[in-house]
């Protein structure tokens, strides 16, 4: 009975072994260390970090009263119109936004700013294990991406500069836990757990 647990436990490790690493999703700061401010050129961010991927966050970081950030659609994008936005949000100093959808996004200021180019459009492809390529991050209160300017702060995302990662979680890489190890591991201890139960 023992040889039994002990191959089985055995087949778990190889199956373990053999699956990815977990992904996680990948944290942009828009602007780099420039952030969301008037002067900076958001079509070259784009180019510079693009692919993104469903799951991916954007870290907007602003000076209080002196910006906000607002999703728009493509309409409002080119005419730099606020008033048919999808979500708003101008509270404290900065705001994580996740792309939950492989979709073009389209994000402008409101504050007068998005005439002078301070508006930014990328697209989210759908999430493929292990391809993204996330490089930068930033921290501060965080809402997702249905939030608007009364929405409750939520946990923002880890903090991490210029460190590659992957992408297909939904989760912020903060609170990653779950894994397909963990179901391994789960399985390995319920098999131990029949294993003392049987003898």
């Known amino acids: 009975m023992e040889m039994r ?8 490790a190889v199956a373990a ?5 977990a992904a996680e999703a990948a944290n942009y700061t828009v602007g780099d260390d420039k952030g969301w401010n008037p002067d900076v ?13 469903k799951g991916d966050w954007l870290i907007f970081e602003y000076q209080t009263g002196r910006a906000d950030v607002v999703q728009v659609g493509e309409v409002e994008y080119d005419k730099c119109d606020k008033a048919g936005a999808l979500s708003s949000y ?11 959808e492989a979709k073009d996004y ?16 990328l697209t989210a492809k759908s999430s493929s294990a ?3 390529s996330g490089k930068q991050s930033g921290s501060g209160s965080s ?10 702060d939520t946990p923002s995302p880890s ?26 591991a789960a399985t390995g201890a319920a098999l131990l757990h029949l294993h003392r139960i049987v003898l």
């Open 90 to 100: 101008s509270k404290g100093t900065s705001y994580a936004f996740q792309l939950k």
């Open 41 to 53: 050129d958001y079509t070259a961010w784009v180019k510079k970090h693009k692919p993104f991927y």
């Open 5 to 12: 647990v002990a191959l089985a436990l055995l087949v778990v």
């Open 130 to 132: 292990g391809t993204s």
């Open 143 to 152: 809402d997702d991406s249905s939030s608007s300017d009364d929405s409750s």
């Open 159 to 184: 903090s991490k500069k210029a460190k590659p990662k992957s992408s297909s979680s939904a989760a912020p890489p903060s609170i990653l836990a779950a894994t397909p190890y963990a179901a391994i």
């Open 106 to 121: 389209y994000f402008i200021c409101s504050y007068g700013y998005c005439y002078t180019g301070m508006k930014l459009h």
């Open 17 to 21: 072994s053999q699956l990815p690493s």
